[in-house]
């Protein structure tokens, strides 16, 4: 089925421990997003990717790292799991612009990784 | 400050009322706004998009934007229990990077 899928949906993990949150998607679309959500700040953008292998620093990036071989995937790794890193996680995507720029805007989200480190 | 203020409610109404949402933003940079709707345990997907300012309408949902006083609105007229869900606002001045607001949860009461 066409869509972007995310895995694990639930992970819980131990403070220290690499984790890596997976992230795929079958349009082909060129830019992919992670976000997290926490309660009270809405959805921070974390990472994102323009296209394969071009990646860049959102808003909070520190204890992540991102990878982008393929166009379809864009998984999240946090290399040492820290408490304040426990919320959803949630990885979009969006076609590139129209020639006129009539891109809706639109991103489509995964259904979420909920990520809990003890 | 946060560059996207959204009021997070909760926010409670009978069926058929209508429900206002808004947010401010402080980016005048800011040319794109959307409205997404994010169901419980749900990824967002996206509800209404405005270029620029003005107001558009899409069947009981209308958008509103004012950049001079830097506010958007979203309206929800006739609400029916299906429209509970958390209401997030996002907006951008590229079109691909997007700041959004905490979301408002809306309860609609049968």
Redesign the interface.
């Known amino acids: 089925d066409a869509g972007i899928t995310q895995s694990p949906r639930y992970k819980i993990t131990e403070t220290g421990r690499q984790v890596t949150l997976m992230c795929h998607q079958t349009w082909s679309h060129s ?1 992919m997003f992670w ?1 997290r959500q926490d309660l ?6 974390i990472y ?1 990717s ?1 296209a394969a292998d071009i990646t860049d620093k ?1 808003e909070v990036p520190d204890g992540y790292v991102v990878s982008r071989s393929k166009t379809e995937n864009f998984p999240l790794t946090l290399e040492s799991a820290t408490r304040s890193q426990t919320s959803v996680y ?1 990885c ?1 995507s ?1 076609g590139q ?1 129209g020639l006129a ?1 009539g ?5 489509f ?4 990784s909920r990520l809990t480190v003890l | 400050q946060k560059e ?1 203020e ?1 009021d ?1 409610g909760p926010l409670s109404v009978p069926e058929g009322a209508i429900v206002s949402l808004n947010c401010t933003y402080s980016n005048s940079a800011f040319q ?1 706004f ?1 409205w997404y709707r994010q169901y419980s ?6 509800l209404m ?1 405005t270029y620029s300012s003005g107001n558009k309408e899409d069947g009981r949902f209308t958008a509103q934007v004012d950049k001079s006083s830097k506010y958007i609105s979203l309206f929800i007229r006739d609400s029916q229990p299906s429209d509970s869900a958390t209401y ?1 606002c ?1 907006m ?1 001045a590229s ?4 700041s ?4 408002t949860t809306v309860t609609v009461r049968a």
């Open positions: 830019y976000y009270g700040h809405g959805l921070r953008l994102y323009a959102g949630f979009a969006r612009l720029g891109h809706t805007g639109e991103l989200f995964g259904e979420g | 996207v959204q997070p794109y959307m345990r749900k990824g967002p997907e996206l998009y997030l996002a951008s079109d691909y990077k997007l959004f607001g905490a979301g």
